[in-house]
């Protein structure tokens, strides 16, 4: 009988590959690791992605008449276009992180145009006053070269543990929308970094509605991700976090397992393979949003709109800020309204 070198040297092969994927999800804060974060109250990161773009000062404008921080993930191209609305946003108290030049789905470029997409932004950035410390990949898509050129650059990759799906319509509430779990947050419960898009007027004009919304919900106060990751990352990185499937709180069934679930919708934001939340399984491809486009109810510029969203990044623990100062968000209930 012969032994079977060649089947031993193929699991042998599959195991290193999954190692190296572990290794590298480990590094990339996706929506697992944000829901699982331990914190005394629940805290709330308001995302915006794609911009800057015309919608952006309407937007900062009731940011601050409701004193509440946010997180942009900006592209370099409308960075470009819009270098005062950059400085705006800076000057303004908000963060701002790396979402690539132009919108294309990272994994399916060369690791010399990977390269190009990540730096060309992280350099425009700074040249307006900007100092991103994490890298969202276009369509939650990303790959060790990705996560690689973003720890050169001290960038951390962080994904979102709840996508707004603003670009497919209004929700009736955002406080009922699914997680990356594939589950509806209990009443009261809701926290996490929350992905919306302020390329749609819609979704800047729905602003009083989404932050009544999430305090009803549950959030108690709104924060940058710096602020919600700040101080309660694995103090080990290194070391995969452990996962549970999508739909996986204690005892449940994974969703890959069941062929329906009851109460449990389709979920943009699942890879393919429905086995793990965006960004955690084997590198996977994040459908979160449809392929990006130029400004919404505006005319595009010029220049071809490219594909999708991934993420790499740097080990969390060592980038982020210590002792970072943004203006206080009203307390939880209190009334502020806009003009």
Known sequence: MKFPWKQLRAAALCGCMLLAAQSVLARVVDGNNIMDQRMSENLCAITFDDGPSRNTPQLLDMLDQYGIPATFFLLGKQAEL?????????????????????????????????DEEIRRTDAI??????????????????????????????????????????????????????????????????????????????????????????????????????????????????????????????????????????????????????GWPAGTG?????????????????APFSGQALDQHERGGASPQSTLPTGLSLRPSPRPGAPAPLS
Not at 83 to 110: D, F, K, T
Request: with cysteine; net charge neutral.
């Open 82 to 114: 819009h270098p005062g609305i950059v400085r705006r946003i800076v000057a303004e108290g908000h963060e701002i992180g790396n979402h690539s030049y132009s919108h294309p789905n990272l994994r399916l470029l060369s690791s010399e145009r990977k």
């Open 282 to 298: 084997p590198l996977p491809l994040a459908r979160s949003s449809k392929p990006w486009q130029p400004e919404s109810n505006a």
């Open 125 to 274: 950035l700074r040249s307006l006053g900007a100092t991103p410390l994490f890298l969202r990949p276009p369509y939650g898509a990303f790959d060790h070269n990705t996560v690689e050129t973003a720890e050169s650059l001290g960038l951390s990759v962080v994904l979102w543990s709840l996508d707004s799906r603003d670009w497919k319509g209004l929700p009736p509430d955002y406080a009922k929308l699914r997680s990356t779990r594939g589950y509806a947050y209990p009443t009261g419960s809701l926290r996490g970094i929350f992905l919306f898009h302020d390329t749609h007027k819609s979704t800047v004009d729905d602003l009083p509605r989404i932050i009544a919304d999430l305090r009803a919900g549950g959030c108690q106060r709104f924060v940058t991700v710096s602020e919600y990751l700040e101080g309660v990352l694995d103090p080990e990185p290194g070391l995969l976090m452990t996962r549970r499937p999508v739909g996986g709180e204690p005892g449940q069934m994974p969703l890959a397992a069941r062929h329906t679930v009851e109460g449990v919708e389709e979920s943009a934001e699942l890879p393919p393979t429905r």
